[in-house]
């Protein structure tokens, strides 16, 4: 089955640095991707879905980047600031057969941004 | 439009107890999840539902855990004989069909077996 791997499981950054986080999957028929945030507390937030190879996409205050030919997602926070202290996780969904929420996702990062 | 909605949000026992979790999903999403997440690990997919019916729980230890959704609305995770190795927390998804890709998390229920 599809496993993800996510690197680094710990980062620490500066105010206004940016920082980078990858995840490497292995089911080459994995078709959607994603970047959630999770907050102490809280349920997994949202932050972006992809599907297309190579392709950036640009939030806010992060930009997402998909690598289908070495089967690499990443994550980079841009400036970043003391709300994006949180646990960030990817997660992979393939295709089989039609598409399904079955979701497998990487172990997570837990972001710290000192000020 | 309210989201996800999970109860308790904590729950602590000994082992051998029994313990439920309720989860109400969005309004009009039929596809219904539960992940497992322990300390400092992703979530890991327990069971899920379209309306009534389960779809895969090859994922739920099926000796202790049942899960359930009778209406196709709200759903019941429960462990039968709790375990430490059960601490976790159990997060409720819900996705407007089966084969939405966005699934939209609730809060969660965060276990301590003792």
């Known amino acids: 089955g599809e496993q993800v791997e996510q690197r680094p499981p710990h980062l620490s950054v500066r105010e206004g640095d940016s920082a980078v986080i990858i995840c490497t999957y292995t089911d080459p028929n994995s078709y959607y991707f994603f970047w959630y945030k999770q907050e102490p507390g809280a349920g997994l937030q949202l932050l972006m879905k992809v599907f297309s190879s190579t392709e950036i996409n640009e939030g806010q205050g992060f930009t997402v980047l998909l690598n289908k030919k070495d089967k690499q997602l990443s994550l980079n926070l841009t400036a970043a600031h003391p709300g994006d202290s949180a646990v960030y996780f990817c997660a992979v969904s393939a295709w089989t057969g039609g598409l399904s929420g079955k979701l497998t996702f990487g172990e997570g990062t837990q972001v710290t941004v000192i000020s | 439009e309210a989201g996800v909605t999970q109860s308790p949000r904590y729950a602590v026992l000994q082992e051998g107890q029994a313990v439920s979790f309720w989860c109400d999903p969005i309004s009009g999403h039929d596809t219904l999840y539960w992940y497992q997440q322990p300390r400092d690990q992703g979530p890991q997919l327990l069971v899920y539902?379209?309306?009534?019916?389960?779809?895969?729980n090859s994922q739920l230890p099926s000796d202790r855990f049942s899960a359930v959704r009778p209406k196709g609305t709200n759903s019941t995770l429960k462990i039968q004989s709790a375990k430490q190795g059960d601490t976790a927390t159990y997060l409720c998804?819900?996705?407007?069909?089966?084969?939405?890709?966005?699934?939209?998390f609730g809060s969660g229920t965060r276990l301590t077996v003792l």
């Open positions: 998804a819900s996705s407007r069909d089966i084969s939405a890709e966005t699934l939209y």
């Open positions: 539902f379209r309306d009534e019916a389960v779809i895969d």
